[in-house]
Antibody, heavy 118, light 106 residues
Framework: QVQLVQSGAEVKKPGASVKVSCKAS????????INWVRQATGQGLEWMGW????????GYAQKFQGRVTMTRNTSISTAYMELSSLRSEDTAVYYC???????????WGQGTLVTVSS | SYVLTQPPSVSVAPGQTARITCGGN??????VHWYQQKPGQAPVLVVY???DRPSGIPERFSGSNSGNTATLTISRVEAGDEADYYC?????????FGGGTKLTVL
């Protein structure tokens, strides 16, 4: 069965960077895009960007341009999202989600809580 | 940037029909997806491409899209349907989510 398993919770200081991993299993990793979506407590879903694991091509939401980097290691079917220059407003649960082309995000990771606090 | 507008809340009695709207400029020309999110859980895709259901999603969940409004319809609402619901579209090289609607089952 398809699974996306994310790394554990992180606590970071303002100005630091965080790197969240998303390990895929149950399907061919390079056949589907990986998207990253975040959600602050009590707030809605916010899309951050996508990555094609086959080519490594990426597309980022304008809000995160210059601060986010999405990469992958195909040998271990794992995608990564790194967010830099963290501020308190970046405190949120970060999700990876498999993009099924024009069919939405059909599988999601369990979420990773990133807390930014001095 | 493209904006999707959802009502903050919708309430419905068990067994009745819930309709959750998602407004956007000419949204009828786009493919709309809907997600259900229960507290403490990741979102779950319940309708994709306006009106298709992923496997395992009950037939009670259906969708439509025309003009400036897309609608998620939940028939014969059950207590377990109480959740937040989000619409999503792709526009100008970005995914866009609606603000979400909290469905309360009375």
């Amino acid at each position: 069965q398809v699974q996306l398993v994310q790394s554990g919770a992180e606590v970071k200081k303002p100005g630091a960077s965080v790197k969240v991993s998303c390990k895929a299993s149950g399907y061919t990793f390079t056949s589907y895009d990986i998207n990253w979506v975040r959600q602050a407590t009590g707030q809605g879903l916010e899309w951050m960007g996508w990555m094609n694991p086959n080519s490594g091509n990426t597309g980022y939401a304008q809000k995160f341009q210059g601060r986010v980097t999405m990469t992958r290691n195909t040998s271990i079917s794992t995608a990564y999202m790194e967010l830099s220059s963290l501020r308190s407003e970046d405190t949120a649960v970060y999700y990876c989600a498999r993009g099924a082309g024009s069919s939405g995000f059909d599988y999601w990771g369990q979420g990773t809580l990133v807390t930014v606090s001095s | 940037s493209y904006v999707l507008t959802q009502p903050p809340s919708v309430s419905v009695a068990p067994g009745q029909t819930a309709r959750i709207t998602c407004g956007g400029n000419n949204i009828g020309s786009k493919s709309v997806h809907w997600y259900q999110q229960k507290p403490g859980q990741a979102p779950v895709l319940v309708v994709y491409d306006d009106s298709d259901r992923p496997s395992g999603i009950p037939e009670r969940f259906s969708g439509s899209n025309s003009g400036n409004t897309a609608t998620l319809t939940i028939s014969r609402v059950e207590a377990g349907d109480e959740a937040d619901y989000y619409c999503q579209v792709w526009d100008s090289s970005s995914e866009v989510f609606g603000g979400g609607t909290k469905l309360t089952v009375l």
